[in-house]
C-alpha cells in the first residue's frame, strides 16, 4: 500500500497551485510552530503517513514551510479523546464525532471542526479460497450478530464463519455497525482486531474468516465480496451504489490554523487527493 512518486519539485508545486517563490518565503516561519501531531483512525492511517511524508518531502526542498509530524493510528475513539484531552493537533477519524464526544468538548470550551478529506467504503473480505462472491445486506447482518454461523448456510462450503471484527475505539467498527447491522450487537465469540491491517492479515490467512476493512486495505490475499450485488470500488462509492460507504475527517479544536491548515490544505490539493486515489481511497476531486 506504500505509495512513493518521483514528481519534481516544479510539478509539485503546480499541483498544489502554488509558486515557488511563496513557497521559499514561507520558510521564514518556521522557526516556531512547526512541529504537528496526528493521531486516530487507522483507516486514514496511509492518507495521514504518505501525505506527512510528502509534506516534509517538499520542505526539505523549500517548497513548504519546515515540519516536523508525526502520526500515529489507535482507532478513531483514542484520536478524538486524544484532540479534547489538547495532547495532539489533528485527529483523523473515519467516522463524525458522537455526541457525547461533543458534549465533552463543550465542558472543556472547546469547538472541534470537522474537514471532510476523503471518501471510503467498507469492503467485507473473505479468503480468497471461499467461493462465496457475495452477500446481501440482511445475510451480512445475520453472519455478525450470530445468526448465521456456516458457510454452507449461504452457498459457501460446510465449514465455520469465522466472526473478524474491529475493536470499539474503531470508527469503523461505529460505521458498520451502524450501516450493517442496524445498530445490533456483534456476535460474542467475534475476534476484535485493533486495525484495518491487523483484520486484512487475518482473514488473508485464515479460510473461514470474514471481516471488514477500508478500501485502501484491500489486496490480492483477500477476496472482496459484492453487498447486494454491488462492488466496493471508488466508482461504486462515488455513484451512492455502495451501501456501506462512508466519509473520512480530520478534527481541528475549532477551524485549522497555522501548521494544521497548512497540512490539511495540502491533502484538500491536487496532490493530497491522487494520494488518496493512489491509496485506494476516493478523493473529493
Known sequence: MKVRRLWGPM?????????????????AEAKEGNRLS???????LPIAQLVAEEYMDLADMGLLPEADITV????????????????????????????????????KGLEPFATVIAKDGIAVIIHPSNSVM??????????????????????????????????T??????????????????????LMLASNQAVATTVAKTPGAIGYVGLGY???????????????????VVSGEYALSRLLFMYTNGKPKGLAKKFIDFVLSLAGQRIVEDLGFVPLR
Open 11 to 27: 510539478v509539485l508545486a503546480a499541483a498544489l497551485g502554488m509558486a515557488t517563490q511563496v513557497c521559499i518565503c514561507g520558510l
Open 38 to 44: 496526528i493521531q486516530g483512525s487507522t483507516t486514514v
Open 72 to 107: 500515529r493510528g489507535g482507532g478513531s475513539g483514542v484520536g478524538i479523546a486524544a484532540l479534547l484531552d489538547g495532547t495532539i493537533d489533528i485527529a483523523i477519524a473515519s467516522r463524525p464525532m458522537k455526541s457525547k464526544e461533543v458534549e465533552k468538548a463543550k465542558t
Open 134 to 167: 457475495g452477500l446481501s445486506m440482511e445475510d451480512l447482518k445475520a453472519i455478525y450478530t450470530g445468526q448465521i454461523s456456516k458457510w454452507n448456510e449461504i452457498g459457501g462450503e460446510t465449514k465455520p464463519i469465522v466472526i473478524i471484527s474491529r475493536d
Open 169 to 190: 475505539a474503531s470508527g469503523t467498527f461505529e460505521t458498520f455497525k451502524k450501516l450493517a447491522l442496524k445498530g445490533e450487537k456483534v456476535r460474542d465469540d467475534a
Open 218 to 236: 484491500l489486496s490480492d490475499k483477500v477476496k472482496a465480496l459484492e453487498i447486494d450485488e454491488v462492488e466496493p470500488s471508488q466508482k461504486t
